[in-house]
C-alpha cells in the first residue's frame, strides 16, 4: 500500500477537527452516527460495519444509521431483515437502502466511510452546508504493517473544506483496535468450558459430535490448496469432521468430492474425514461454530477477527490484491503472531498460511502443523488474551471522537 501522503495528496493539518456536540462521560450524551458500506466480496465489509453499527447502539448508546447498497447481501447476517425495505429498525440500528438517487436528508454528526467508498456527492455538499462540520471518518482494512500506527488518526483537508480522518484498526498500540463487543471473551470461555452447550448447539445445527475426532470449520475463497489439505485430512490417521457453511470454497470442495453441486445439510465421507455443509447462520451463531471448532480456516476480514477471539489455532486465507499487495500484509500478521512462538512452531504455522494462500503444498504444511499442535493451542489463547486486554474498536472511535472536548 502507498503511504498515506500520497494516497490523499498529502493535505494533512496538525490536528483532527473537533466536534462539538459529543460529551463523553459516565453519562454519554446519544449523537448521530452515518455508516455508509458499499458491499464488496459478498459478506466482507458489511460483516464489519453491522457488528460495529450493533455496538455502537448497544454498548455506547449512540443512534446510528447503516447505509448498505446493497440490501439482500445483508439481509442473511440479519436473518429478521426485510431486503426489500427502504428503511427499517434492527436490533437498534437504523438499516438504510442506499440508492443512488440520494434522498435529502440531514448528515449525521458522525460520518464513517467504511474501506474508502465513495459518500454521494449530495450528501458531501449537506455536510460542507452544516454550520458545525461532521466528524468525518475513513475506516480503513485491517492491517498489521508497520506504518500503520503511524498513520492511524491522521486528518486530512478535502477540497470542500471538510477535514476527513482516517482510522486503522490494528493489534498494537497506536491503532484503532479490533471488533470486540463486551464481554465476548468472557461469554465465549463459559460456552467451551461447557460440553453439554457445545453438543446442544451443534445439534441445533444438525452435527452429531464425534468426540475422538478434530473439529474444523471452513470459510474460504476458492483455493487451489484445497484438494492437497483434504487428501492429508483424508488419509491421516486422526478422525475429523470438517464444518463448511455454505461460501465460495463449496465449488472447489464439489470438485474433491465429485459432485456437481453441494447443499447444506448434505453430508460425507471420505476415508479419516467427514464433511458437513452448514447453512448459511448468524453472525451470533458464526461465532459459536468458532467456539466449537479446535481448528478454523477463515478469510478476509471479518471471520478472520472473529476466528481469533474463539482462542484456537487458525488458518487466514488472505484477499487477493493486485500486484500482490496481500502478501506484504500477511507476511506481517505472521511476524507479529509468531513472535513468541518456538521456531519450529513459528516455521510450521508460517508455512502452512503461505501454502494456503499460494493454493500448493497444503497436505506437506498440515501435517508439520500437527506436529506442533499443542504449542500452536496454548499460543492462540495466549494471543487472544493479549488481544482482549486493548482497547476495542467500538471503544477506541467513540473516545477518538471526544478525547479533545
Known sequence: MLPLARLHGGHFVCAPHVLGKLRFSSGIRIVKWDIFCNVVDNFGDIGVTWRLARQLVAEHGQAVRLWVDEPAVFAPLCPRADPEAESQ???????????????????????????????????????????????????????????????????????NGLQKAFYFPGFVEGTGGLLREDALAERRQLFQADPEARRAFLEELGVELDAAALLISLFAYENAALAGWLDALATGERPV??????????????NWLGEEKLSAGECFRRG????????????????????????????????????????????????QQ????????LEAFLALYCRDLSPSAAAALTEGWRAWNRGEGMGTAWNALLAQWPELVLHAERWCREQVARTDLAAGLVQFCTKRL
Open 89 to 159: 429498525y434492527q436490533q437498534g440500528v437504523e438499516i438504510r437502502h442506499w440508492r443512488k438517487d440520494w434522498p435529502a436528508v440531514e448528515p449525521a454528526d458522525v460520518v464513517i466511510e467504511a474501506f474508502a467508498c465513495q459518500l454521494p456527492e449530495p450528501y458531501l455538499a449537506a455536510m460542507a452546508a452544516r454550520a458545525d462540520k461532521p466528524y468525518w471518518l475513513n475506516l480503513e482494512y485491517l492491517s498489521a504493517e508497520d506504518w500503520v500506527a503511524g498513520c492511524h488518526g491522521l486528518p486530512s483537508l478535502q477540497p
Open 241 to 254: 469432521q470438517l464444518l463448511v457453511p455454505v461460501g465460495r470454497v463449496l465449488a472447489d470442495l464439489a
Open 272 to 319: 479419516s474425514l467427514a464433511i458437513q455443509i452448514l447453512p448459511f447462520v448468524s453472525q451470533d451463531d458464526y461465532d459459536r461454530i468458532l467456539w466449537c471448532c479446535d481448528f478454523n480456516a477463515v478469510r478476509g476480514e471479518d471471520s478472520f477477527v472473529r476466528a481469533q477471539w474463539a482462542g484456537r489455532p487458525l488458518l487466514w486465507h488472505i484477499y
Open 322 to 329: 493486485e500486484e500482490g499487495a496481500h502478501w506484504d500484509k
